[in-house]
């Protein structure tokens, strides 16, 4: 008999690929993917530091701030 094992996952939704890949590049989805990795989604809180990003991605530091800063102004974050 196979037992069901819950594994951690994070959701990533199409669209994210399908329609901001190309604008936010490898890095920013990479970031994104990043971030919603840390989405608490019971309260919708979600702070990772940009040290902790660029650890997990194998990036500089300033990499994840650079591209968030950016992002912002071009409002393709959503975090879903």
Known sequence: MATSIL????RIDNSIIDDCAAQIGIY????Y???????????????????????KLG???SRPS???????QIETWKVQ
Not at 7 to 10: A, R
Not at 28 to 31: Q, S
Not at 33 to 55: E, F, M, W
Not at 66 to 72: H, L
Request: positive net charge; aromatic residues 8%; hydrophobic residues 35%.
């Open 33 to 55: 993917v990043a971030i919603k990795r840390h989405l608490n989604q019971k309260t919708g809180d979600c702070y990772p530091s940009y040290q902790t990003i660029a650890r």
């Open 66 to 72: 650079a591209t968030i800063r950016a992002k912002f």
């Open 59 to 61: 990036i500089d530091r």
């Open 7 to 10: 594994v951690p996952h994070t």
């Open 28 to 31: 920013g989805l990479g970031i």
